[in-house]
């Protein structure tokens, strides 16, 4: 949960700068065919359903009501696309491993997740959201071992921390890390995060802020 401290602060304020620029709905996908032109690097949110995918979204941004949130679990239904700023797209997918729809709009919601994540060139990585009350799941574990296998790199982040007690924040984290050591494509840092009261959202749009480095994205302050 830590970024390394040699420039830690630099990239806090990258980070912080590049969710300050707008945000907007780009585009929506319910087939592979129908994905975007490659444009800007990627990162998407991928996880179960009602994990707190598209609150993540609207976390990081700001923005209370960019991606369409509910209680009811299958309400992101399409991969949908949201440039930052031109910088960076944001892409929003539908859950896993339950959904208020049929057998067979999920598998093939599922199938359009397994062929992005697998072969999606732009994508620099995927962030895998983990319910934080109750830790990896089986439909995690098939997730990731599909993400393994395909080589694409994953780190994991937990949600909902607002509702985990203190006491069990650093135990329900030590689990996971256990877990994911076993993991080939799995990053062995995880983050821990509320998108209600914002407790960790610094830190992942520190992060985010770093990979578009790592992938020439420049920092966010190189033009402003
Ligand atoms: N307490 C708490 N609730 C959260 C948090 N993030 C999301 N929720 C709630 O969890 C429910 C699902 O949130 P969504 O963001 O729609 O979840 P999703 O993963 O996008 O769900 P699907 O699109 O259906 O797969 C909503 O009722 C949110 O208010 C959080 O950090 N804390
Ligand atoms: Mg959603």
Request: glycine share 12%; no cysteine.
């Given at each position: 949960?830590?970024?390394l401290a040699a420039s830690s602060a630099d990239f806090r304020?990258?980070?912080r700068r590049l969710f300050a620029l707008s945000c907007d709905f780009e585009w929506a996908a319910s087939s592979i065919e129908g994905l975007p032109p490659p444009g800007a690097p990627e990162i998407?949110?991928?996880g179960r359903s009602?994990?707190?995918k598209s609150s993540l979204l609207n976390a990081l941004t700001g923005r209370k009501a960019l991606a369409r949130t509910s209680h009811t679990p299958g309400r992101t239904q399409q991969l949908n696309f949201f440039s930052l700023g031109g910088r960076l797209r944001l892409v929003d997918m539908p859950g896993y491993g339950y959904a208020a729809a049929s057998?067979?709009?999920v598998a093939a919601w599922t199938q359009l997740?397994?062929?992005y994540l697998r072969g999606r060139t732009p994508l620099v990585r995927a962030y895998l959201l983990?319910?934080?009350r109750h830790g990896l799941k089986e439909a995690d574990q098939q997730m990731m071992e599909g993400l393994d296998k395909a080589a694409m790199s994953y780190q994991v982040v937990l949600t909902k921390r607002d509702e985990v007690r203190k006491s069990e924040q650093a135990e329900r984290v030590a689990a996971t890390e256990a877990a994911l050591a076993k993991r080939p494509a799995a990053y062995p840092?995880?983050?821990f995060v509320s998108s209600r009261t914002g407790e960790g959202i610094e830190d992942l749009r520190a992060a985010i802020a770093r990979l578009l480095h790592e992938h020439g994205g420049g920092t966010a302050d190189s033009n402003g």
């Open positions: 949960m830590t970024i304020e990258a980070g998407a949110f991928a009602n994990v707190g057998r067979e709009t997740m397994q062929l983990v319910d934080g840092e995880i983050f």
